[in-house]
């Protein structure tokens, strides 16, 4: 059922409580594994807004207060851990410093602005009596490493979840597809020999026509959101000495699958069409969608936002079901040096996914 929109003093309210949360997560150092201070503060900001919290390892989850479980669920989802600051900083990463209208900080963009606007949406619709949707809210850890002790630990322990709003910095435009991620670990075999004599099998030169068909080999099918699927080789390695042909050359395949195939699919493609040995780091990061006319999608169309396909991985391929990525802040600035957010923009976060929630609940 819709409601009416949060007064000015309310929107007041939960912005400067996002705010808050957001300093204290900048000044909480919170490397992937390393969550365990942050998600403390989480645990703080649920116990102090009077909302039960469940934890497992540094993951923290929470219902509605009139959780039916007759009825359908909606999953909110961003992480609070973070990469570690790269030597081009300028700033303290871990102070909350405001400036110019913007907070910069370490995960301040990526994803500490849409954690917070999460929480802030899921505060005001958590005492509603009559909503169409159970909501639960989940913060999570080891996303910037696609470990398995965050969202991936947490997902069979939810209900089951009909669609889920997945906060990465989008600048809230509507992310309704993302591609998929494998990394490959290929190794290409020769026969040593003597580099002065006509000896041996040079693993290079074999590992060079395997990389040649990666990079020139189209799938046939386009995604129409996400466009072709992507093959990269981003390391390579062979070799001991100047004069010994080598018997080995490995090589690493970052490869962007979109939803036109399964994983299996194209590691099988691939592996009918070079010589290398093709070893998968991992199946688990699959693409991931949500229908263009889905009912989440067109509240969101309807506030003026736009569509697109999404180019880079998040917990949305741990999910199972139509998932949306969205959320305040721009992907540029992630991973950046002196990462900020502006302050309007959570603002803004924090009111566009309360507007588009009242649409579907």
């Known amino acids: 059922m819709s409601q009416p929109t949060t007064s000015t003093v309310q929107q007041t309210t939960l912005t400067a409580d996002a705010v808050s949360l957001l300093k204290r997560l900048i000044a909480t150092p919170s490397f992937s594994r390393e969550e365990a201070q942050t998600a ?4 703080d900001f649920f116990t102090q807004h009077q909302i039960p919290v469940q ?12 959780f039916d479980p007759a009825k359908p669920t909606l999953l909110l989802n961003s992480h609070h851990d973070t990469v ?59 996303e910037e490493i696609s470990g398995r002790d965050g969202l991936e630990i947490v997902a069979p322990e939810l209900p089951p979840i009909s669609f889920a709003i997945v906060g990465e910095p989008t600048e809230m435009q509507l992310a309704i597809a993302e591609k998929g991620l494998l990394v490959l670990d290929c190794t290409a075999h020769g026969r040593s020999g003597h580099a ?21 080999y189209q799938f046939p099918k386009v995604s129409p959101t996400l466009g072709p699927i992507k093959m990269s080789v ?5 070799g001991t000495q100047h004069n010994v042909v080598p018997d080995a050359c490995t090589f690493t395949v970052d490869v962007r699958v979109t939803e036109q195939y399964t994983l299996e699919e194209v590691i099988d493609t691939i592996k009918a069409h070079i010589e290398s040995e ?5 199946i688990r990061l699959k693409p991931s969608s949500i229908p263009a006319d889905h009912p989440i999608v067109r509240a969101g169309l309807a506030l003026g936002r736009h569509t697109y396909g999404s180019p880079t991985t998040s917990d949305q391929a741990l999910l199972d079901c139509p998932s949306l990525k969205c959320g305040p802040g721009h ?11 502006y302050l ?14 009242e649409q579907v609940l």
């Open 40 to 43: 403390a503060l989480i645990n």
């Open 55 to 66: 934890c497992l390892k540094n993951n923290l989850w929470a219902y509605n207060r009139y």
């Open 84 to 142: 570690k600051p790269n030597k081009s900083w300028t700033l303290d990463p871990f102070e909350p410093l405001e400036r110019d209208g913007k907070l910069y900080g370490l995960g301040s963009n990526d994803a500490g602005g849409c954690l917070v606007s999460l929480l802030a949406a899921f505060c005001f619709f958590y005492d509603r009596p009559d909503m169409a949707y159970n909501i639960v809210m989940a913060a999570t850890a080891e």
């Open 196 to 216: 002065a004599r006509d000896e041996g099998d040079n693993a290079i030169y074999r590992a060079i026509r395997d990389i040649n068909w990666l990079t020139t």
């Open 234 to 238: 981003t390391i390579i390695n062979a």
């Open 278 to 282: 093709v070893k998968p780091r991992s």
């Open 331 to 341: 992907s540029g600035r992630s991973h950046s040096a002196d990462e900020f957010i």
């Open 344 to 357: 309007h923009e959570i603002e803004a976060g924090i009111d566009g996914y309360i507007r588009m929630l």
